[in-house]
């Protein structure tokens, strides 16, 4: 069975970083395109970044300059550089694979406020 974990989430204070991770298990991770989703509450989810299987990033405008997706194939991972967070990036954060077939984690919440 596939299994993507997120952790890394917590509590900070406006400003401050974060750093989420996602670890798959029984899936080729190479092959499939990693994203983070999250959503906040009363609101649908959302597409915060994503990066292919060659590298290739892209963010919703709303995080671009302050979150950085990055992957390790050979460790099965994915993680999120989030600096300088806001109260608006108040949300759960879910690790997402796209292939021939689609996989979800269940979520790391992440809470900015002072």
């Known amino acids: 069975q596939v299994q993507l974990v997120e952790s890394g989430g917590g509590l900070v204070q406006p400003g401050g970083s974060l750093t989420l991770s996602c670890a798959a298990s029984?899936?080729?991770?190479?092959?499939?395109?990693m994203a983070w989703y999250r959503q906040a509450p009363g609101k649908q989810r959302e597409l915060a970044a994503r990066?292919?299987?060659?590298?290739?990033?892209n963010y919703v405008d709303s995080v671009k300059g302050r979150f950085t997706i990055s992957r390790d194939n050979a460790k099965k991972k994915v993680y999120l550089q989030m600096n300088s967070l806001k109260p608006e990036d108040t949300a759960v954060y879910y690790c997402?694979?796209?292939?021939?077939?689609?996989?979800w984690g269940q979520g790391t919440q992440v809470t900015v406020s002072s």
């Open positions: 997402y694979a796209h292939g021939t077939t689609d996989y």
């Open positions: 029984r899936i080729l991770f190479s092959f499939y395109d």
């Open positions: 990066i292919s299987t060659g590298g290739s990033a």
